[in-house]
T-cell receptor, first 110, second 114 residues
Framework: RKEVEQDPGPFNVPEGATVAFNCTYS??????FFWYRQDCRKEPKLLMS???SGNEDGRFTAQLNRASQYISLLIRDSKLSDSATYLC???????????FGQGTTLQVKP | NAGVTQTPKFQVLKTGQSMTLQCAQD?????MYWYRQDPGMGLRLIYY???????DKGEVPNGYNVSRLNKREFSLRLESAAPSQTSVYFC?????????????FGPGTRLTVT
């Protein structure tokens, strides 16, 4: 089993829709979590960290469920510019290294 | 600040050729990383350097060597390229102990081995 797993999608949604991505993780990737965004043929960039109590940044909400070992990202009022691949990332407590999921692709259509 | 820079942006090699991918950061970060990204596989860590003078293997180190030349520069060398090394290579840096463990990535090198 991969340490961080995501549904690769693609998720095709209309502008204005709400869309949610989930990600599951194994114990080795469980110290901290992040969502990175990667545009087509570009480098990944940090979107937001994920805190145990859940956190919100504008239209984006991240949740962590340690009991079920999953992380979620909710995007409200989707914009065309949200089209990208979203990478779920865990921080290994043992090694201090980031462990990346394969990414979920989102296409927002007019 | 340029952030993280990588050269070259694109490269085509024949099987057996060697080359070095260059990476530099101007953020005074201690840690630097080399990843490869393949379709359906996500980013996989090749080598990393927690601080100047140290390097360690990541998940997929075979066929690669690295040099942490100084605090700014971290190079990745392919001694004898193979088609399986066709990939996009990203260099990243971070300041371990910082609040977010955020890694900053370079624009990538697209390598094709024929």
């Amino acid at each position: 089993r991969k340490e961080v797993e995501q549904d690769p999608g693609p998720f095709n949604v209309p502008e204005g829709a709400t869309v949610a991505f989930n990600c599951t993780y194994s114990n080795s990737a469980s110290q901290s979590f992040f969502w990175y965004r990667q545009d087509c043929r570009k480098e990944p960039k940090l979107l937001m960290s994920v805190y145990s109590s859940g956190n919100e940044d504008g239209r984006f909400t991240a949740q962590l469920n340690r009991a079920s070992q999953y992380i979620s990202l909710l995007i409200r009022d989707s914009k065309l510019s949200d089209s990208a691949t979203y990478l779920c990332v865990g921080l290994s407590g043992n090694t201090g290294k980031l462990i990346f999921g394969q990414g979920t692709t989102l296409q927002v259509k007019p | 600040n340029a952030g993280v820079t990588q050269t070259p942006k694109f490269q085509v090699l024949k099987t057996g050729q060697s080359m070095t991918l260059q990476c530099a950061q101007d953020m005074n970060h201690n840690s630097m990383y080399w990843y490869r990204q393949d379709p359906g596989m996500g980013l996989r860590l090749i080598y990393y350097s927690a601080s100047e003078g140290t390097t360690d293997k990541g998940e997929v180190p075979n066929g690669y060597n690295v040099s942490r030349l100084n605090k700014r520069e971290f190079s990745l060398r392919l001694e004898s390229a193979a088609p399986s090394q066709t990939s996009v290579y990203f260099c990243a840096s971070s300041q371990r102990g910082s609040r977010s463990y955020e890694q900053y990535f370079g624009p990538g090198t697209r390598l094709t081995v024929t």
